[in-house]
């Protein structure tokens, strides 16, 4: 094959590198400061890249990671790409990670997600969210809603049950004993700082428990006129 034969040109105050009989603005300096690669109208910023394939720009490291740095005089973001993992980090110590993505999985403020979208910290949903399939929560979930919650099962199934609300306590080792609270409903009226309890609804084991047995009982409790603690009825 024959070695190629380059041009460097200068029109209208523009440099322009271009490989003779290929390509014209292989690399084109425009007065001004912007820099054009397969393209004689550089615009949208200092680089303008053109190209006819996907792969427009390929950045490699050999040191395992790959850091673009973005920084005014506000502060600094950085993206790091490492192995099949990448992470945005907020400061220019990389002490400040919201977003990873890491294989198919995202992780909000975790650098190690665990499933497809992993949150871990405080999470305000400011519209509707629909869920399909199992939920898990492994902390506490406050709600604050202007008209309550709805659970809603649409099944033409007439064999089906409604909506469920399951809640499930256990023991790291064991069964629960006799007079154990599997869970409760709080009923608390708001006032500034004031959290004390109204009323509450009790499930409890009454019993031993067995392999198919699972005794129970449900306790109602209220708070009598100026009491702030809550007597079981």
Known sequence: ????????????????????GVADNVLLLEAG???????????????????????ALKIESTDGNVDAVFKDTGGTGIIRFLSDTFRFYTDAAYSVTPLTMQGANVGINTTVPNAALDVKGT?????SVTVSGATTFENAVNVTSSTGIS???????????????????KRATGDLSSGDVIGYLDFRPYRDDYDNIAASIYGAVEGTMGSDTTPGNLRFATAAAGANTTTER
């Not at 999470?123 to 519209?127: I, M, P, Q, R």
Request: no cysteine.
């Open 1 to 20: 094959a024959s070695d190629s034969e380059w041009i460097m040109q200068q029109a209208s105050n523009n440099l322009n590198f271009g490989e003779v």
């Open 33 to 55: 400061g912007k820099v054009g690669m397969g393209t004689s109208n550089p615009d949208g910023g200092h680089l303008h890249i053109y190209t006819a394939v996907d792969q």
């Open 123 to 127: 999470t305000v949903l400011g519209s």
């Open 151 to 169: 659970l809603t099962r649409d099944d033409s199934n007439s064999a089906i049950y409604g909506p469920h609300l399951y809640i499930q306590r």
